[in-house]
């Protein structure tokens, strides 16, 4: 067997979309990706729209915008690894390694702001792909729009997993001063093993725990995402998670059960059975138990969180840890009475 490192996926399922597909039967073997596989691709686009309203009632956001679409870190769970077949890729190896990257996002997002109805209304940056990923590194797109968020005063919520984002200390610092921001921080095992297969090209679970403790002591108001939670792999290091996040500074969590819809099932099943054959069966039946005999439920509410026995019981542990370690106690919201426009557009391009 030939196992592609440095990468999650190991197989480029067929994009639903297209009519025709291409195949290569007898592959030859890749090199560690850390000595040269196929590298990286970075598409830039120019794109027609960024934020956008969020339909779904079960994601706690109402608009989202996402500099980048794909993502190189690779989790092998990815919801977002789908969305990349609209855009003519595979949901495998494809949404690693062909990064589309909107290099007119500051532009569409100032003229956004400068729409006459928008009241400043909270956004999501990475809800859908990681706006640290390494592109993040080359284009610095994020960076440019949190430059314009804070000069209109829009409040942004932030997920990531990856410590590049302590390169924007000084403008989240900024922005915490008025209650404009809030860094979500994803956390999923403190065993490295684990996390160099199932999360190939992100930091480590050490370094997530930086992020939390340098952002909290400037202010920020930084937590902690435990997700998603899989039976059999990670879900029994929630406790040791929450507990070490709330005291690296963390004061919120959140949390998934983990859910395999359309090719995500296809890619997970390919991965768990290569990397932990001994108990792969096992995990996915637990996952099938947990998703009323399936791997995916795509009802509202009940999707993320699961239902059963299994998911219970890790709804129960989420529930018990944040009474134990202080999170979640306060009601905070990000303040959207300081948005503002400044009086001409700005030049920071």
Known sequence: MTYIKGR????????????????????????????????????????????????????GMMYSMNPYQGCEHGCIYCYARNAHEYWGY??????????????????LLEQFLMQ?????????????????????????????????????????????KNAFILHDKDILQAMARYRL??????????HEELRRLMEP???????????????????????????????????????????????????????????LNGAIK???????YKNFPDRADKVWHLIEQSHGGKVN????????????PIAELVRQQFIKCNKRYGLNDERWELDSSHFCRPGKQLSLF
Request: proline share 6%.
């Open 181 to 190: 921001v809030s860094v979500l921080v994803s956390i999923t095992s403190f």
């Open 8 to 59: 999650g996926a190991q197989l480029n399922p067929h994009n639903r979309f297209e009519k025709t597909r291409f195949s290569r039967d007898e592959p030859t073997a890749i090199d560690d990706w850390e000595q040269g596989d196929e590298p990286t691709h970075y598409i830039e686009q120019q794109t027609k729209s960024l934020v956008h309203k969020v339909e779904s009632p079960d994601v």
């Open 90 to 107: 595979s949901a495998g190896l494809d949404f690693e390694r062909n990064i589309i990257v909107k290099i007119n996002a500051p532009q």
């Open 297 to 308: 439920d795509s009802r509202w509410g009940v999707r993320m969180r699961g239902e059963g």
């Open 116 to 160: 006459p109805s928008w009241e400043g209304w909270p956004i999501s940056l990475s809800g859908n792909t990681d706006c640290y990923q390494p592109a993040e590194q080359k284009y610095r797109i994020t960076r440019r729009l949190l430059e314009i968020c804070y000069a209109f005063k829009q409040p942004v919520g932030i997920i990531t």
């Open 266 to 272: 296809l890619i997970f099943h390919d991965w768990l």
């Open 201 to 259: 090209r992100t930091t480590t679970a050490q370094q997530r725990l930086r992020v939390i403790r340098e952002l909290s002591q400037l202010g920020v108001r930084t937590g902690v995402m435990l997700g998603p939670m899989i039976p059999g792999l990670n879900e029994h290091e929630m406790p040791a998670i929450m507990k070490a996040a709330a005291e690296a500074g963390a004061t919120f969590s959140a949390y998934t059960f983990i859910r």
